[in-house]
């Protein structure tokens, strides 16, 4: 579907470069159709380097040969790019944008014919192949566009496609979630040395943890809350932990992250 595809990643910094090694992993795109650009040159050499990929300082360049355009510039500099690659985009392509806060039609406004545009918020886990994309379809992308966007996105992850009103939720979640998540991971790890265990074992610990809750919550189907009751036998050890985790307001706490994190989500392209 996608390795006889052209492919140019305009603005590949770190997002752009773990979904390059994504796709590669997965063995979707082949490298020679791919092409990057970069606000400068040291980071196309190391690009290069890295992946052998081409690389250019021309948007426009990168962008009239290919088949789908990733957009993983940074919010504030979208409006640049886009102005630069406007006249050259075809309704014939597909231009995916990753940008947070940057709405499809706001692209679409700014490009001089009716490219389909699709909006997608990616993790980083999508280096590991266990990433979480929302997608979302703007005016003039079709059901095939969607499903090319998805297959991209499913070869690095799960996918879910979503009414773009809940991007920058989608954002504030699971894009700036796996943040909080190393938070807790780190918190516990801190907490098995704190209770004698070495590091590395602690950390280990910590993250297989929070590996294997997350696979349970999404191959049980359960409500989370039925599987944490199911560790917590009656004056048992996990209740004490689940009452000093009540006390400190970790519920709380976490909404209030992915509350702030998703109204921050709605101004990053103006400031
Ligand atoms: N990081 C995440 O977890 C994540 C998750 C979901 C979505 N996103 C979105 O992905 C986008 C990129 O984020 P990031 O973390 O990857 O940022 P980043 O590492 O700063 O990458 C941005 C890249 O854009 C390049 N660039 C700057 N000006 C350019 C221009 N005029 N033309 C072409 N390229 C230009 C930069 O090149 P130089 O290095 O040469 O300056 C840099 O490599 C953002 O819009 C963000 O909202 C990020």
């Known amino acids: 579907m996608l390795k006889d595809k052209k492919l140019a990643v305009l603005g590949a910094g770190k997002l752009g470069e773990t979904l390059i090694r994504g796709l590669l992993e997965a063995d979707v795109i082949t490298i020679d159709n791919v ?37 993983s510039v940074k919010p504030q500099t979208v409006p640049l790019v886009v102005s630069e690659i406007s006249d050259v985009l075809r309704p014939s392509q597909l231009l995916i944008s990753v940008a947070a806060s940057v709405s499809t039609a706001f692209i679409e406004k700014h490009l001089a014919s009716p490219v389909p545009v699709i909006r997608a918020m990616p993790n980083t886990p999508c280096m590991l192949n266990k990433g979480m994309t929302g997608i979302s379809p703007g ?23 979503a009414d773009e009103k809940h991007m920058d939720a989608i954002t504030g979640l699971s894009a700036s979630g796996p943040a909080f998540i190393y938070i807790i991971i780190e918190s516990l790890a801190e907490a098995g040395v704190k209770v004698g265990l070495p590091r590395d074992i602690a950390t280990e610990l910590a993250a297989q943890t929070v590996v294997g809750a997350g696979s349970m919550v999404l191959e049980t189907a359960e409500h989370p809350a039925k599987l944490k009751d199911s560790v917590t036998t009656p004056a048992g050890c996990t209740i004490d932990g689940i009452l000093e985790l009540e006390e400190g307001g970790l519920r709380v706490t976490l909404i209030k992250a992915v509350v702030k994190a998703t109204h921050r989500a709605k101004e990053l392209l103006e400031t």
């Open 35 to 71: 092409m990057v650009t970069a606000g400068h040159q040291p980071r196309l050499d190391l690009l290069k380097e890295r992946f052998g990929v081409k690389g250019t300082l021309s948007n426009p360049a990168a962008a009239e040969g290919a088949d789908i355009i990733l957009l």
């Open 139 to 161: 005016k003039n992308a079709s059901k095939e566009h969607t499903e090319l966007a998805k297959f991209i996105f499913d070869s690095v992850g799960r996918t879910i496609v």
